[in-house]
């Protein structure tokens, strides 16, 4: 009987992998050097990158204020997507009773203060049937604003986002603040109140953040000023071009980040942030701190 031999075929090398293999190889540690010196470079250049190292180490957040935009400029679809993820987040925390957050909305009839209502401020609860009666529920209920008198009713039906930001940067100087908003302050028919620049940097001396969410400013029926959703955007650029400016200068933590028209990508995105801005667990804190790290570096190398 003849015998079988087994001959090991070595596999042959194909045209061109050779040379891709260390051109990718290549590529890869030329952007791990030019990362490694540009760190130190954007440390002493840029003060909101350096602000985002300093703050690595910084104590685990457990106090969370969070602002909502109820005017007419936000679409109801939208603030129901925000409303839910928002739940799922605090959600996180049930059982944790070291945590606590107040909820405010924004955007009633009146001026001022009387546009302002705290619904929520709570320690976590302790279990889930507690927190669907004192959390959920009353964030469910949050609706945009409208006349309680109907047509007839002249009270103003104001976004009074200044006067916000300055009762709540005072109020919560050194926490964690999250605001859902199209950043559009009208305050029309009332006592004007300017962008409080003095208040946002006494907030950023404590370090903390400030985390603003912000979809497109939504117009419906017919209007005298066929532009005016282009104003209302013009509007919201230029504010976050304002604060950007104090973040560039190190003088206070905030981010913007623009909720997407698309339901699916909208219900993503709103998830994500939230449990970036609200982290729960110590992967989450890590992952907040170097994210920010990164979004800082993308700003720099955007200019």
């Known amino acids: 009987m003849a015998k079988t031999r087994f001959r090991l075929i070595k596999p042959q090398p194909q045209?061109?992998?050779?040379?891709?293999?260390?051109?990718?190889?290549?590529?890869?540690?030329?952007?791990?050097?030019?990362?490694?010196?540009?760190?130190?470079?954007l440390y002493f250049t840029k003060r909101d990158f350096a602000m985002e190292v300093k703050q690595v180490r910084q104590p685990r957040p457990n106090r969370f204020c969070i602002g909502i935009d109820i005017s007419q400029t936000i679409k109801p679809e939208v603030l129901s997507d925000f409303e839910?993820?928002?739940?799922?987040?605090?959600?996180?925390f049930v059982g944790h009773d070291e945590v606590y957050y107040q909820i405010s909305i924004f955007g009633l009839p009146g001026c001022g203060e009387d546009a302002i209502a705290d619904i929520?401020?709570?320690?976590?609860?302790?279990?889930?049937?507690?927190?669907?009666?004192?959390?959920?529920?009353?964030?469910?209920?949050?609706?945009?604003?409208?006349?309680?008198?109907?047509?007839?009713?002249?009270?103003?039906?104001?976004?009074?986002?200044?006067?916000?930001?300055?009762?709540?940067?005072?109020?919560?100087?050194?926490?964690?603040?999250?605001i859902f908003s199209d950043l559009v302050n009208d305050d029309r028919g009332c006592q004007t109140h300017s962008l409080p620049l003095e208040t946002i940097e006494q907030?950023?001396?404590?370090?903390?953040q400030i985390i603003f969410l912000c979809p497109t400013p939504h117009v419906i029926g017919q209007y005298e000023t066929p532009d005016l959703p282009e104003r209302l955007v013009a509007k919201q650029r230029s504010l976050i071009k304002e604060i950007q400016e104090l973040t560039s200068q190190g003088k206070v933590r905030a981010f913007f980040y623009h909720v997407p028209e698309d339901p699916q990508k909208r219900k993503a995105f709103l998830k994500s942030h939230l449990q970036k801005a609200i982290p729960a667990t110590t992967f989450q804190i890590v992952w907040e701190r170097v994210s920010r790290m990164i979004d800082t570096i993308v700003v720099a190398v955007r200019g």
């Open 203 to 208: 907030f950023g001396f404590h370090k903390d």
């Open 120 to 178: 929520l401020q709570t320690h976590s609860p302790k279990d889930a049937e507690s927190f669907e009666q004192t959390v959920a529920h009353r964030i469910r209920k949050v609706s945009i604003a409208g006349r309680a008198g109907g047509e007839d009713d002249m009270t103003p039906l104001t976004t009074p986002l200044f006067f916000f930001l300055e009762r709540i940067l005072t109020e919560w100087a050194g926490e964690r603040v999250v």
């Open 84 to 92: 839910d993820a928002l739940i799922a987040r605090l959600q996180e």
């Open 15 to 41: 045209d061109g992998v050779p040379a891709l293999y260390w051109l990718l190889s290549g590529l890869f540690w030329f952007l791990i050097l030019v990362l490694l010196g540009s760190v130190p470079a």
